[in-house]
């Protein structure tokens, strides 16, 4: 029976993993290329479950198409904060960066609840529940997970086939190497920053779909501290480990959820989030370059 | 080919340069000799734009390009192996030449210039699927100089090639550079420590100390004259 509620639990984790993996391609991409950690990150997440949340409520349209129109409004956003704040800040001390990321995201806070108010708000996809044998999942999140795979894949292919991925890569591996190879480094920071952010937003709408209690503009905070555990898990600068660290990071989330809920007396998520805090200090002490991708 | 005119940079406040001048023949070797700390490095850098020059003039072929970035110097035919390993080390070694070959006018050549590199570096083909961060300094340091050829360049500023070799690759490294020139055709700024092996191998000597260019000559000129050999080459 336990057993039973353990793999059903575990098979949810893989599906949220997916998508928490997705969710923090983006930051990695952006710490990857222009070695600047986005603070902002969970506010870039809130804006795109805010694009869903209102496509779908305002227009009438599918949380699927909001995907592709998140990740053209992540885009330009990328390429307005890139342009006007970032761009200075990339040879600056690492302070600069980490203080205007961490301000863009309240900027953000700020104007979505300018526009939406602080309250919870929620809507409703009405789709139907799949069994699937170790467990019932509604068919959204299922759909955010074939989603998270299917972008992880894109972008896969898009930095290995890709002469602009390629060029991306290069300069991941030794900026100064791309650089006498004829790579433009300053237009490849531009891209990766609002390709990274265009990411992003696209995970916020699949993380709509793990969110029953509805989204409100700050509910960014708890995603950047689980993007900083699976960033660090998958090695930093690298997206597709960034994609395994968020299934690996899933798994543990309701793996122990499972657990931490037999233990009599305890709030089994509050204790799931401490879980986090203490993986990223105990990651970061033994292994600070990451758990999967060792170098 | 290559005449640069009192130029200066630095890092923030430091200045390096103190409006070092110099003249790089069209398909000649010329080396950029001194001490450790003196801005050689410094010197290829803000020559190939990778340091911000703050004031001078470099002017390659007849056109100024002190201010051009460094992707349009490489499309141009002037490119950097900077000093130590700057190579990709995550790729293939076949990967990083075709890296080397990253622009468009590079890519049409890229055939014919990846005959030429394992021709020059026979080792690279056997290598080929290995990561280049796997291989040995002596290899690592042929990938650097092999994907600088694959940009298809007219001039290659060389920036410590023997740097950490033994002696018998030093020697392979001198001789792989002669034979860029006679070869190849490309005109060739070296910058080095090793003293000795680059004077044997050069047309032409500049010596610098502190920033500043503070003797040049043939190589018999700097070979003869004791007292630079003595105050900056410390031979
Ligand atoms: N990235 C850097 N930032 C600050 N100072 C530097 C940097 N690179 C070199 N320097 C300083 O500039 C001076 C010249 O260095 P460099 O050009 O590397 O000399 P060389 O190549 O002749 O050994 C040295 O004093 C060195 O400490
Ligand atoms: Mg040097």
């Known amino acids: ?287 600070p370059t990451g758990i999967l991708k060792g170098k | 080919m290559l005449q640069v005119s009192e130029l200066e940079s630095g890092y923030g406040p430091m200045q390096v340069l103190w409006k070092p001048s110099i003249r790089v023949r069209k398909g000649t070797i010329t080396s950029l000799l001194g001490p450790n700390g003196v801005g050689k490095s410094t010197f290829l850098m803000t020559v190939f734009g990778s340091v911000t020059p703050w004031s001078g003039k470099i002017i390659y072929e007849g056109e100024e390009v002190t201010h051009l970035p460094t992707h349009i110097k490489v499309d141009k035919g002037l490119t950097l192996v900077p000093e130590g390993k700057h190579l990709f080390g995550g790729m293939t070694v076949y990967e990083n030449l075709m890296m080397g070959a990253y622009l468009k006018r590079a890519q049409q050549y890229r055939e014919e210039s990846l005959e030429l590199v394992y021709s020059l570096f026979p080792r690279l083909k056997e290598r080929g699927k290995q990561l280049a961060g796997s291989l040995s300094g002596g290899e690592q340091q042929m990938v650097t100089v092999a994907r600088a050829l694959m940009s298809k360049p007219k001039m290659i500023m060389l920036d410590e090639p023997s740097q950490g070799l033994a002696p018998l690759l030093v020697q392979h490294v001198f001789e792989t550079i002669q034979k860029m020139k006679a070869q190849v055709g490309l005109t060739i700024l070296l910058v080095e420590q090793n003293a000795d092996a680059s004077l044997a191998a050069t047309d032409y000597v500049y010596v610098m100390h502190e920033g500043r260019i503070k003797a040049e000559g043939t190589p018999e000129d700097i070979k003869s004259s004791d007292e630079i050999r003595e105050a900056y080459l410390g031979l």
């Open chain 1, 1 to 287: 029976m336990l057993l039973e509620q353990l793999a059903g639990n575990l098979f949810q984790g893989l599906v949220l993993g997916a998508v928490y993996g997705m969710a923090t391609m983006g930051l990695s991409l952006i710490f990857g290329v222009l070695r600047i950690v986005n603070v902002g990150h969970g506010a870039f997440i809130m804006v795109g479950a805010f694009v869903t949340l209102w496509l779908f409520t305002a227009l009438g349209i599918s949380p699927l198409v909001a995907v592709p129109v998140a990740f053209v409004v992540g885009l330009g956003l990328g390429f307005i904060f890139y342009y006007t704040a970032i761009k200075k800040l990339i040879k600056a001390p690492e302070l600069a960066s980490l203080l205007a990321t961490f301000s863009i995201g309240i900027l953000l806070e700020e104007v979505i609840k300018l526009i939406f108010g602080s309250e919870f708000r929620g809507y409703n996809w009405a789709l139907p529940k799949i069994d699937l044998g170790v467990t019932v999942l509604p068919l959204s999140k299922l759909y955010a997970c074939i989603g998270s795979i299917i972008i992880a894949l894109i972008l896969y292919l898009w930095f290995n086939k890709t002469r602009a991925g390629t060029a991306m890569r290069s300069v991941v591996e030794d900026t100064e190497g791309a650089k006498v190879c004829g790579v433009n480094v300053d237009r490849v920071y531009a891209n990766s920053f609002a390709i990274g952010i265009g990411l992003t937003l696209a995970s916020g709408v699949l993380l709509t779909m793990f969110i029953p209690v509805g989204i409100n503009p700050y509910m960014g905070g708890s995603y950047t501290l689980k993007a900083f555990v699976i960033a660090v898990l998958g090695g930093l600068t690298s997206p597709y480990g960034a994609f395994f660290g968020g299934l690996v990071f899933g798994l543990i989330e309701n793996g122990s959820y499972t657990l931490f809920a037999l233990i009599p007396g305890v709030e089994p998520f509050a204790l799931t989030r401490f879980l986090s805090f203490l993986m990223l200090l105990v990651i970061l002490l033994i292994r």
